[in-house]
């Protein structure tokens, strides 16, 4: 099971995870310069409203009945937050210092949390994760790699998602705006655009591939829990930074990167003469920081970061 | 005939500073109008205001007969009235023609908005040379005309031009007064604020003389042209 191969498969399923939530964070900062660290949370209840569907559901159903209702149910909870937190969080506090924004998304993220936390909260039971449901076939065999039946809803989902954002960006009027709107927002208004309204588009689609990732987290691993959010939205932000942050393309390449280094450290740093404690899944975040402090020490812009100068 | 513009006793403050205090003035339709004064006169600040980037404090804009209070920046580009704005502001990692076409941003006439592209390299040759090219690689020169480019293809009423000849060499500078002279003489409505107050007085055919917040001193651009207290002023005469 330890090959390279499939070392590198489970990087790369990690890692387009952490890309589709990644694009949230990339996209709103590259509008408004804003770090949504609630961004994680919205992550985590695309996933809750996903499954909130499926409970809703009568019991039995075909998964392939199931899936695009959870997944139009999660985008619905995970856009719908998204979207109110722009409007009632954020944009009040635009032209705030720079640490205000920040603290409420820290607030955000937290309230969201723990009302996730009471509303699937069961009377003696410790255990915060919530039983997801699976899709209906077993592993796939693909010569000396296995893809699990949950890492095939990512390969399908993830390159369709951003190959569709892609051409949003370049090739819509709405997409041109945003771009403009994240150049220079006070000019992108001398156009006629209404620079709120991108804004808030923006959160949107960050909101539903947080959606899509959290539906992905819950066929990957099982369950989805009140707190899943935290760690993989600083992946994501990590990821986000990699890549370059404001840039779209940057946020999908970091996260493949983050996630391919992830499974390669924690599957041979081990290996490393005098490293032999390193070794294993619970190492895994620390892999991801030092890649994170490595890339804010030697390329502060991240790996595809703006390539032009604005000359002035 | 009422005037395409009028300004009525027009205050902007930022925070507690008052940077514009109570200004008025009007521009009829085919006139080019000029602001001129010192940095830190409130010309800028004026323009922003004119085209809801900034809200003021009090006072009246009426703009083809309807009031602007209220009515936020996209929309005000939508009535008629187009902004190029100090320090060109062009977008940099678009191409010289997606910033053409953000200039019609809100226009649906795509035959239309080709011609006027195709207007705008007639103008600006060097712009449709390097039509593909990111506007961030274009010389400040370049940058200037693209942004003069950007803001006529939304066809304005009146056209707001913020110190378009600002750092240019003066080859350049005066490539681009050549320009501004050549709208004028197709009958664009201009409001041109400069403090290169030789060259704009020159084309315009009224001028205001703006020092810290107030108009000074109106009157035509020969007028003005010919005061002494402008030539000592403005024009570096003793």
Same mark, same amino acid.
């Given at each position: 099971?330890?090959?390279?191969?499939?070392?590198?498969?489970?990087?790369?399923?990690?890692?387009?995870?952490?890309? !589709?939530?990644?694009?949230?964070? =990339?996209?709103?900062? @590259?509008? $408004?310069? *804003? %770090?949504?660290? #609630?961004?994680?949370?919205?992550?985590?209840?695309?996933?809750?409203?996903?499954?909130?569907?499926?409970?809703?559901?009568?019991?039995?159903?075909?998964?392939?009945?199931?899936?695009?209702?959870?997944?139009?149910?999660?985008?619905?909870?995970?856009?719908?937050?998204?979207?109110?937190?722009?409007?009632?969080?954020?944009?009040?506090?635009?032209?705030?210092?720079?640490?205000?924004?920040?603290?409420?998304?820290?607030?955000?993220?937290?309230?969201?949390?723990?009302?996730?936390?009471?509303?699937?909260?069961?009377?003696?039971?410790?255990?915060?994760?919530?039983?997801?449901?699976?899709?209906?076939?077993?592993? !796939?065999?693909?010569?000396?790699? =296995?893809?699990?039946? @949950?890492? $095939?809803? *990512? %390969?399908?989902? #993830?390159?369709?998602?951003?190959?569709?954002?892609?051409?949003?960006?370049?090739?819509?009027?709405?997409?041109?705006?945003?771009?403009?709107?994240?150049?220079?927002?006070?000019?992108?208004?001398?156009?006629?655009?209404?620079?709120?309204?991108?804004?808030?588009?923006?959160?949107?689609?960050?909101?539903?591939?947080?959606?899509?990732?959290?539906?992905?987290?819950?066929?990957?691993?099982?369950?989805?829990?009140?707190?899943?959010?935290?760690?993989?939205?600083?992946?994501?932000?990590?990821?986000?930074?990699?890549?370059?942050?404001?840039?779209?393309?940057?946020?999908?390449?970091?996260?493949?990167?983050?996630?391919?280094?992830?499974?390669?450290? =924690?599957?041979?740093?081990?290996? $490393?003469?005098?490293?032999?404690?390193?070794?294993?899944?619970?190492?895994?975040?620390?892999?991801?920081?030092?890649?994170?402090?490595?890339?804010?020490?030697?390329?502060?812009?991240?790996?595809?970061?703006?390539?032009?100068?604005?000359?002035? | 005939?009422?005037?395409?513009?009028?300004?009525?006793?027009?205050?902007?403050?930022?925070?507690?500073?008052?940077?514009?205090?109570?200004?008025?003035?009007?521009?009829?339709?085919?006139?080019?109008?000029?602001?001129?004064?010192?940095?830190?006169?409130?010309?800028?600040?004026?323009?922003?205001?004119?085209?809801?980037?900034?809200?003021?404090?009090?006072?009246?804009?009426?703009?083809?007969?309807?009031?602007?209070?209220?009515?936020?920046?996209?929309?005000?580009?939508?009535?008629?009235?187009?902004?190029?704005?100090?320090?060109?502001?062009?977008?940099?990692?678009?191409?010289?023609?997606?910033?053409?076409?953000?200039?019609?941003?809100?226009?649906?006439?795509?035959?239309?908005?080709?011609?006027?592209?195709?207007?705008?390299?007639?103008?600006?040759?060097?712009?449709?040379?390097?039509?593909?090219?990111?506007?961030?690689?274009?010389?400040?020169?370049?940058?200037?005309?693209?942004?003069?480019?950007?803001?006529?293809?939304?066809?304005?009423?009146?056209?707001?031009?913020?110190?378009?000849?600002?750092?240019?060499?003066?080859?350049?500078?005066?490539?681009?007064?050549?320009?501004?002279?050549?709208?004028?003489?197709?009958?664009?409505?201009?409001?041109?604020?400069?403090?290169?107050?030789?060259?704009?007085?020159?084309?315009?055919?009224?001028?205001?003389?703006?020092?810290?917040?107030?108009?000074?001193?109106?009157?035509?651009?020969?007028?003005?042209?010919?005061?002494?207290?402008?030539?000592?002023?403005?024009?570096?005469?003793?």
């Amino acid at each position: 099971m330890n090959t390279l191969p499939q070392q590198l498969a489970n990087g790369l399923f990690l890692g387009s995870m952490y890309g !589709l939530i990644a694009i949230g964070y =990339t996209m709103v900062y @590259g509008i $408004v310069q *804003l %770090i949504n660290f #609630a961004h994680g949370e919205i992550f985590m209840t695309g996933g809750f409203g996903a499954l909130t569907v499926y409970l809703a559901l009568p019991d039995g159903i075909s998964m392939w009945i199931a899936l695009p209702a959870m997944l139009i149910g999660g985008a619905l909870v995970a856009v719908l937050i998204a979207v109110g937190a722009e409007r009632f969080a954020y944009r009040p506090l635009r032209g705030a210092p720079r640490l205000a924004p920040l603290i409420t998304a820290i607030g955000l993220s937290l309230a969201l949390q723990q009302a996730v936390f009471n509303w699937y909260h069961v009377d003696g039971d410790a255990k915060s994760a919530r039983v997801f449901p699976q899709l209906p076939f077993g592993p !796939l065999h693909l010569g000396s790699v =296995t893809v699990q039946s @949950g890492d $095939v809803f *990512l %390969i399908i989902a #993830a390159p369709l998602c951003m190959a569709a954002l892609a051409f949003f960006v370049r090739l819509s009027r709405t997409g041109r705006a945003m771009q403009a709107t994240a150049q220079d927002p006070d000019t992108a208004q001398l156009m006629g655009i209404d620079t709120n309204r991108i804004i808030v588009i923006a959160f949107a689609i960050g909101g539903f591939f947080a959606a899509v990732a959290g539906v992905s987290y819950g066929l990957k691993y099982g369950s989805v829990s009140y707190d899943m959010g935290f760690l993989a939205g600083l992946k994501a932000f990590t990821a986000a930074v990699l890549g370059g942050i404001g840039n779209i393309y940057g946020a999908m390449l970091g996260g493949l990167v983050l996630g391919v280094a992830e499974a390669m450290a =924690t599957a041979y740093i081990a290996d $490393v003469p005098g490293m032999h404690q390193l070794g294993g899944g619970s190492w895994a975040p620390v892999w991801a920081f030092v890649l994170l402090i490595l890339v804010l020490l030697f390329r502060p812009q991240g790996l595809l970061g703006e390539r032009v100068a604005d000359r002035a | 005939m009422t005037a395409l513009l009028e300004v009525e006793d027009l205050r902007v403050a930022y925070g507690k500073i008052e940077a514009v205090k109570g200004i008025s003035f009007s521009v009829e339709a085919g006139q080019v109008v000029t602001l001129i004064g010192t940095n830190g006169a409130g010309k800028t600040t004026t323009l922003r205001t004119l085209s809801g980037l900034l809200k003021p404090t009090s006072g009246r804009i009426v703009f083809d007969g309807k009031p602007l209070s209220g009515v936020p920046a996209h929309k005000i580009v939508a009535l008629g009235l187009a902004h190029s704005p100090e320090g060109r502001h062009i977008f940099p990692r678009l191409s010289i023609t997606e910033n053409l076409q953000l200039g019609a941003f809100l226009r649906k006439d795509k035959e239309g908005i080709e011609k006027d592209i195709q207007r705008a390299y007639d103008l600006f040759p060097i712009l449709g040379e390097r039509r593909k090219q990111a506007a961030g690689t274009l010389s400040g020169g370049e940058q200037q005309m693209l942004a003069m480019g950007r803001a006529l293809m939304s066809r304005p009423k009146l056209l707001m031009l913020d110190e378009p000849s600002m750092g240019l060499s003066p080859i350049m500078m005066q490539k681009i007064m050549a320009t501004i002279a050549e709208l004028k003489s197709q009958g664009t409505t201009i409001l041109l604020v400069e403090q290169n107050a030789q060259a704009a007085l020159s084309l315009a055919d009224q001028g205001h003389v703006m020092e810290v917040g107030t108009v000074v001193l109106s009157g035509t651009g020969q007028d003005l042209l010919h005061d002494e207290s402008v030539r000592k002023a403005y024009l570096g005469e003793d």
